[in-house]
């Protein structure tokens, strides 16, 4: 077993009164914290991608819904709950892709029922349980994850997918975290076009925890692949298919491919809390399109003649994916067996 270490980073902070949140579009030149203390700011720093990664929407969320209970509760009378209602769908609306954030939601939603004495209490008890949880299942997957890598001499990640974007440990990341751990593998990360969390934000985090790593440009990969240097790309997740079909960050589609080309293994690593029960296949899960102007240079912004397409997401059929980790167990080659057994649990 490897003995883990709370990452230093931590992108969520909870006061006791308000949620800190780690301010991901500046790094790594400003370390800044926002503090909000309703759930409209919440969705907003959400949207913005103040705060970004599935699991950790999912828990900045959970604790927006207790910033708008302590808000409406008791000041807003009898009324209080409907008031939590329209802010908990304010934030459910602040992402669609990321099936944590609604399964979040759910989660409070379901806590909060017949809570007419102190429903703070029961809100705040369940949002640091998503929290507490989220960081176990990552320490699960560092550890399943790291099973599966013995001998690896190389790895490939991208986006970013460590304490930034969980409660405090990570998901791919968490397992090469595990894996490094356990023996020294050579770590490389992707820079991740258009917002660069692989460049900001993953080498940033790994070397604040004293990892090496060695950053590449996108484009890179396929001649990296083809060196050798790599037996395995791990990503993470923002929804999961019944069928194995994963939705993640733009890139990880043309990856797989290019990993099947280059006979590289190919993992995934998300908690349950991912995987999308009310859906067969990756045909079904929402792409978010973002704005022109975070891909299109300033200078084309009012240029009738040149415009952006801006897909946050793609999705990597079953068949290009070695195995899906998560806290209840891996699923290996997920074309053949599906990811429904884990919810059945």
């Known amino acids: 077993m490897t003995k883990h270490t709370q990452s230093g980073v931590q992108a969520l902070q909870w006061t006791g009164h308000s949620l800190n949140v780690l301010d991901q579009r500046v790094l790594p030149e400003k ?43 008791p000041r807003a009378g009898a009324n ?29 939603k ?28 990552n320490y699960k997957m560092g550890e399943l994850g790291a099973e599966l890598l013995v001998n690896t001499k190389g790895i490939l990640t991208h986006c970013n997918t460590g304490a930034l974007a969980t409660g405090g440990y990570g998901t791919a990341l968490g397992v090469i975290r595990s894996a490094y751990a356990r023996d020294t593998v050579k770590i490389y990360a992707g820079e991740t076009r258009p917002w660069l969390q692989g460049q900001r934000l993953t080498v940033w985090e790994l070397a604040q925890d004293k990892i090496p790593v060695t950053l590449i440009a996108d484009s890179a990969a396929a001649w990296l692949m083809k060196s050798g240097e790599i037996d395995w790309v791990i990503v993470g997740a923002d929804r999961i298919a019944l069928n194995g079909d994963v939705a993640n960050k733009i890139g990880t589609y043309s990856l797989a491919v290019l990993a099947k080309q280059h006979h590289v293994k190919f993992m995934v ?45 793609d999705v990597t059929p079953a068949e290009l994916i070695s195995a899906i980790v998560t806290e209840k167990g891996l699923v290996e080659s997920p074309a053949h067996n599906g990811v429904g057994k884990l919810l059945a649990d």
């Open 110 to 137: 379901a806590a909060l029922v017949g809570q007419q004495q102190n429903p703070l209490l029961a809100a705040l008890a369940c949002a640091e349980k998503i929290h507490a949880d989220d960081i176990e299942a």
């Open 269 to 313: 690593v998300a908690p349950t809390s991912t995987i999308d029960g009310a859906i067969e296949s990756g045909k079904q899960i929402e792409i978010e399109q973002r704005q022109q102007s975070e891909l299109l240079p300033a200078c084309y912004h009012n240029n009738s003649y040149v415009s952006a397409w801006n897909p946050v997401f």
């Open 31 to 73: 370390i800044e914290f926002d503090e909000y203390t309703d759930a409209l700011g919440v969705a907003e720093a959400i949207t913005t991608m103040r705060v970004r990664g599935a699991p950790a929407i999912g828990i900045a969320a959970a604790y927006g819904v207790v910033l708008s209970v302590q808000q409406h509760f």
């Open 80 to 108: 209080w709950q409907q008031y939590v209602l329209a802010d908990i769908e304010t934030l459910a609306q602040s992402r669609p892709t990321a099936v944590n954030l609604f399964w979040a939601l759910g989660l409070m």
